[in-house]
């Protein structure tokens, strides 16, 4: 996940049994911070927790001071790489939760989320990961701000303009293109503030590397103006922060909320490969 000022950068190997939707679903979320916050009820948790939704995160993750406070044993140590630091975290952690009756994964990473708690305007207690969107059709509806379940049937109501949606073993990533050249891959980040962050060297799109990896450090980079175009909708002058090395293999950078809400609604179609933007 990336932060303006504190990135938050989440893969983990490995996927997970797929949860699908059976029928359509909607609960409600807060757009603020640049971030979409949900309530999610935990067990044993007296009141519902504040998770981003983050389909950057490989996989959901919970803070492990939530585990601490819930009496919830820390499952097996890892070491999570991060940006210039390590994070000691815990794989896989047992979490039963869910949002509006429909479950969460169970398999968690715990790890302190104290720095993104600290850039933000409240506690972040845990991540919504791409595990989540995984064989479900995941509509986010910014105008409304709720997040529909759709089943198949409604999904082929959706109109708007269709990207291509590879969801890799490494992530999920679109096709973008950065003033006017070909399309590049970028991770579909709904936990990424920034509009675009962009790597302005050369990417093989054919890499996919699982790694264990989070990063919780202040970052500073350098920005520029940019044109972006995602299938036919062109966006002008548009802040991308820029960096020298890929973020993930195989990614050019990331496509943030600063230009997913510019749309009214997104809808994520793991089922069918495509991403659809409604203006």
């Known amino acids: 996940m990336r932060l303006k000022l504190s990135t938050i950068l ?3 190997c490995g996927l997970l049994a797929p949860l699908e939707a059976t029928a359509s679903v909607e609960f409600p979320f807060q757009f603020h911070d640049g971030l979409l916050w949900i309530n999610v009820s935990v067990a044993k948790a007296e009141k519902p927790l504040h998770f981003l939704l983050d389909s950057g995160a490989e996989v959901s993750t919970i803070d492990r001071r939530v585990l601490q406070s819930l009496g919830i044993k820390f499952g097996p140590r890892v070491v999570v790489s991060g940006v210039q630091s390590t994070e000691t ?3 896989p952690q047992r979490v039963k939760a869910n949002v509006a009756g429909e479950a969460l994964p169970r398999r968690m990473l715990a790890v302190d989320l104290t720095a993104l708690s600290d850039v933000c305007s409240e506690p972040v207690d845990g991540l919504i990961g791409a595990d989540f ?3 479900r059709i995941v509509q986010i509806d910014f105008r409304a701000q709720v997040i529909r379940l759709l089943t198949p049937a409604e999904a082929k109501e959706v109109s708007g303009e269709s990207l291509a949606l590879d969801f890799r073993s490494c992530g999920m990533r679109v096709p973008v293109s950065i003033n006017d050249h070909d399309a590049q891959w970028l991770r579909l980040d709904t936990g990424c503030v920034a509009a675009l962050h962009w790597v302005a060297n050369s990417v093989d799109p054919t890499q996919c590397r699982p790694l264990l990896a989070i990063g919780l450090a202040k970052v500073s980079l350098s920005t520029t103006r940019v044109s ?3 299938g036919s909708e062109k966006f002008q ?3 991308a922060d820029l960096h020298q090395k ?4 195989g990614e050019a950078g990331l496509l943030g909320n600063g230009l997913l809400a510019r749309f009214s609604r997104v809808t994520v179609n793991a089922k069918s490969g495509r991403l659809i933007l409604t203006k």
Request: proline share 0%.
């Open 237 to 239: 002058n548009i802040t």
């Open 133 to 135: 969107f995984r064989d």
């Open 228 to 230: 972006a175009r995602l």
């Open 89 to 91: 975290g815990y794989w």
């Open 246 to 249: 890929e973020i993930f293999a």
């Open 10 to 12: 989440l893969f983990v």
